[in-house]
């Protein structure tokens, strides 16, 4: 067989998970060989597990056009690399974002002038966020949790606060009888995130730059708590004291449930995706009830809701320890970008506008995020200190 025709087969095989250990092991050194293929060995590995294990058809001709660009292209690592977009590279992102979204749309944008090189371009680079968050006590006194140790931190009335890791805060809740209610906030910083197990035994995971206000004991008749930023639920089911989130715009109230709420200021619309369970959305203009693998999207211009089937992974995504960009524009995913790496977003221009797909791990530097997003030539970038400029 021909063995460009023979890897091709292979990486169909693999897409499909068809492919036996030996296969996919010679599929895998021949991806080795330089950087294109090495790009798109990482996404096969490590971003695109759902595909591997629900394999979905691919369209052939697509799949035959892909491959062999990236098969004539492939080995010249060693040619002058004055020009950062050269086609193998152009292929690489292309066959990235067929995996991802089932697409080929890739087209190489040229430029009329000489950029730095990547690794001049990316040599301050940023490191990934980590937990990091301030706990402020009901009498205003506030705690570094991710300078405490592991243990008990405080005691607020009956309830112990203890850290169980890094990055795990647990409330434990005596009988509050008539005491007066304290409330106490978990806030994480830029380049921050946290998780909560509240009193009642609810999880929460704290996306960065959020805030999570709750009452050290739940008493009466709901569980009331206040959210900025985002954060995901795992709701404790308690069908006498429904779970209510409440943020600037939108009331969530649950029973017992897991649902995702995306309530930045700075977005146009606060999301609330649906996992398991059911969910009532309120605001001023009226309400909304959700179904599992649904969500809405209270746009606050306009003032209402909207109700969609969700892509959940993308919504969680974040918790995952992943970036998932599913047809995103630049602006939304850099604000992603700054919030987790603690940086400051410059537009050299005006921001491009052309949707991207795509999947990273945001646990690596900030620089393998950008690279991905420059592979696509939509956009190119500068880090300098923690400020990113933008160009095109």
């Known amino acids: 067989m021909n063995p460009k025709k023979n890897y091709q087969l292979l990486l169909n095989k693999y897409l499909l998970n068809e492919c036996t250990a030996a296969e996919a092991e010679e599929l895998f050194n021949h991806l080795k060989k330089d950087e294109a293929g090495r790009l798109l060995l990482k996404n096969l590995q490590t971003s695109f597990n759902k595909e591997i294990n629900e394999p979905r058809p691919i369209d052939p001709v697509i799949s035959n056009n892909v491959w062999q660009k990236l098969e004539a292209n492939i080995s010249r690592e060693q040619q002058p690399k004055s020009y950062p977009f050269k086609t193998w590279i152009s292929v690489a992102a292309a066959a990235i974002l067929l995996l991802t979204a089932g697409l080929f749309l890739y087209k190489p944008k040229q430029h009329n002038f000489q950029l730095a090189s990547r690794k001049e371009r990316f040599k301050n680079d940023v490191a990934p966020g980590s937990n990091k968050a301030v706990l402020t006590l009901a009498n205003g006194q506030t705690i570094i949790l991710n300078q405490a140790k592991n243990g008990l931190i405080t005691k607020q ?99 017992g449930t897991h649902f995702n709420v995306n309530a930045y200021d700075d977005e146009d619309a606060q999301k609330t995706t649906l996992l398991e369970g059911s969910v009532k959305l309120t605001s001023n203009s009226g309400q909304v009830m959700l179904e599992p693998g649904q969500q809405g999207s209270f746009n606050k211009q306009a003032g209402n809701f909207r109700v969609a089937k969700a892509d959940v992974d993308e919504a969680i995504a974040w918790k995952n320890g992943n970036f998932m960009f599913a047809s995103e524009d630049i602006q939304s995913i850099l604000r992603k970008v700054s919030r987790w790496y603690n940086v400051d977003i410059v537009y050299q221009d005006n921001a491009p506008k052309k949707a991207i797909w795509g999947t990273v791990s945001k646990f690596d530097n900030v620089s393998e995020v950008l690279k991905v997003i420059e592979l696509t030539g939509v956009a190119h970038f500068t880090i300098e200190g923690r400020r990113i400029t933008v160009m095109k």
């Open 157 to 255: 009335g009956q309830t112990t606060i203890n850290k169980i890791n890094n990055g795990l805060l647990s409330y434990k809740a005596a009988d509050a009888g008539n005491a007066p209610v304290q409330y106490n906030t978990v806030s994480t910083p830029r380049g921050g995130e946290y998780q909560v197990i509240l009193p009642d035994g609810t999880a929460v995971w704290l996306n960065a730059a959020s805030s999570l206000k709750f009452p050290t004991a739940f008493t009466g008749t709901e569980r009331d708590v206040e959210l900025t930023g985002e954060a995901y639920f795992e709701v404790a089911k308690n069908k006498a004291m429904p779970f209510k989130v409440m943020t600037s715009k939108v009331q969530v109230e649950v029973l």
